[in-house]
């Protein structure tokens, strides 16, 4: 029982750190497309390093939502299926097994959009 709490405190206590840390980042992007980016970033309330950091977030550990349950989850925390190669979702267990074949086209070129934005696959 002890044990558990003090796990469960590190956890916490490594994720406050982590949110609370903040360092500089110095990047080079195309000068046109900064503009167009603080132009639509300032339309919403956002700062460039809020959509920079929401991103590197999900580059790192993908946050996806099930195509079956609508159940949120990161693509680090679940397996690939050995028969269909896809994730599979560590809450209802759907992966493209259990897809009819329309579906299954229709989740695969949404799937796309992920891997354009990560340049590679989710996982
Ligand atoms: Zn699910
Ligand atoms: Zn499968």
Redesign the pocket.
Known sequence: MKIKYTRKYTYIYGYMRMAKERTKLTITINRELLENVKEKAHKKGLTLSKLIENFLDFYVNPKLYCFKCGRDFRAGETEI?S????L?CPHCGA????LSDDVASAVYHMRRVYEDLLIGKVK
Not at 83 to 86: A, F, L, Q, R, Y
């Open positions: 299926c028969k269909c190669g896809w599979i992966c493209r097994c259990n």
